[in-house]
């Protein structure tokens, strides 16, 4: 495998041994460089999405794969939603009364709504499964206690009546003498 096949859409610095990675697009250095393609160079998210939105505004072509290296897209961009608004406006500006990108606007909005309510929805349930586990961790605790308290009471209570099992044992194996002689001497008299 190559090294540039092995970072299709990485977001690895763009060059080997590079402190800072170069975006290919507008030159600029950035902390979040993309590499969705086989080639060498990374790009920013934000810069290859204008890129997609501008080349792709000729209806006679779709551009779905890098102009370098002819290999198609992958990976994700993960750009912000006020992002993407941002650039759908520029282009809606320059392109005035296009009911694709009102559509277009329209449906990202709808998106980042119910984006943020599946955040909200993630949310509640992630504070929920903490309650319960706190909860959990409570009641094994309590548990915990509980059963040590128990092996305590046992532990003490063998103590106290073990001391008493070697005087116990003793009278006992006295008294089976005792009736073991009187046995022996009763055999004899006959």
């Given amino acids: 495998m190559s090294g540039s096949a092995s970072r299709l859409g990485s977001t690895a610095p763009s060059e080997v041994g590079e402190a800072e990675p170069v975006c290919r697009i507008c030159w600029e250095p950035g902390a979040r460089i993309l590499c969705p393609c086989a080639c060498t160079t990374g790009v920013h998210d934000h810069c290859l999405l204008q890129w997609l939105l501008t080349a792709n505004e000729r209806p006679e072509e779709v551009v779905d794969s890098c102009e370098l ?52 929805v993630a949310g509640e349930a992630e504070a929920a499964r903490q309650a319960d586990f706190a909860r959990m961790r ?53």
């Fill in 138 to 190: 409570r009641i094994a605790a309590a548990d915990r206690q509980a059963i040590l308290g128990r092996l305590e009471e046992e532990r003490q209570w063998r103590r106290s009546n073990l001391r008493f099992l070697p005087q116990l044992l003793l009278a006992l194996a006295g008294a089976f003498l005792a009736g073991w002689q009187r046995g022996a001497s009763r055999a004899a008299a006959k």
């Fill in 69 to 120: 290296c002819m290999q198609r897209w992958q990976g994700e961009v993960t750009v912000a939603i006020q992002d993407l608004l941002e650039q759908v406006a520029v282009l809606k500006r320059s392109q005035p009364g296009s009911a694709e990108v009102s559509a277009a606007v329209g449906a990202l909005r709808q998106r980042n709504e119910q984006l943020t309510q599946l955040l909200q």
